[in-house]
T-cell receptor, first 113, second 112 residues
Framework: AQSVTQPDIHITVSEGASLELRCNYSYGATPYLFWYVQSPGQGLQLLLKYFSGDTLVQGIKGFEAEFKRSQSSFNLRKPSVHWSDAAEYFCAVGPLGNEKLTFGTGTRLTIIP | DAGVIQSPRHEVTEMGQEVTLRCKPISGHDYLFWYRQTMMRGLELLIYFNNNVPIDDSGMPEDRFSAKMPNASFSTLKIQPSEPRDSAVYFC??????????FGQGTRLTVV
């Protein structure tokens, strides 16, 4: 069975600081990996996805993620966070058709001035 | 495109009442998903459709829950009778083929 672990429930960083959100997955085949962001009262918005190829993927809003098969990880990074990045971030894994995406429990990001 | 449209945004109802949540997917998308989000269980897939046909409803918690997709531009999720433990945010999402899913803004359901 596929599963996703986001070990950090809540992270607080200062505006302008770098950010890394952790995601570990368990999947029996080649995983298709996603990061979504959810702002308060909003739906989920796709930040980036990994299907194959270059293991460092670029997304919107200056985010990037690196797929590391040996560590079963797909961590999200941003070199310098902005106050508008405060939100909840979800990692997800699914099969090729990604019909049955499995989401992590999310990491809530707080930005302090 | 306006994106995935859900209605209502908020619903407060009394226990035992019927609740119907509505979703209009993005035009041209052939998959539609219903998710439920709670603090305790996170995001759970309830059911998904492909070309208006229900493919997998194994996530539907009980027989009180039902979902339909009468055409490519409309889907409903119905709870009858509703219970307080059904209180959650319900999301609809749609996608085209193997591409990423786009989510609606959700319906926050409160059953009192």
């Amino acid at each position: 069975a596929q599963s996703v672990t986001q070990p950090d429930i809540h992270i607080t960083v200062s505006e302008g600081a770098s950010l890394e959100l952790r995601c570990n997955y368990s999947y029996g085949a080649t995983p298709y990996l996603f990061w979504y962001v959810q702002s308060p009262g909003q739906g989920l918005q796709l930040l980036l996805k990994y299907f194959s190829g270059d293991t460092l993927v670029q997304g919107i809003k200056g985010f990037e993620a690196e797929f590391k098969r040996s560590q079963s990880s797909f961590n999200l990074r941003k070199p310098s966070v902005h106050w508008s990045d405060a939100a909840e971030y979800f990692c997800a894994v699914g099969p090729l058709g990604n019909e049955k995406l499995t989401f992590g429990t999310g990491t809530r990001l707080t930005i302090i001035p | 495109d306006a994106g995935v449209i859900q209605s209502p945004r908020h619903e407060v109802t009394e226990m035992g009442q019927e609740v119907t949540l509505r979703c209009k997917p993005i035009s041209g998308h052939d998959y539609l998903f219903w998710y439920r989000q709670t603090m305790m269980r996170g995001l759970e897939l309830l059911i998904y459709f492909n070309n208006n046909v229900p493919i997998d409803d194994s996530g539907m918690p009980e027989d009180r829950f039902s979902a339909k997709m009468p055409n490519a531009s409309f889907s409903t999720l119905k709870i009858q009778p509703s219970e307080p433990r059904d209180s959650a945010v319900y999301f609809c999402a749609s996608r085209r083929s193997v591409f990423e899913a786009f989510f609606g803004q959700g319906t926050r359901l409160t059953v009192v």
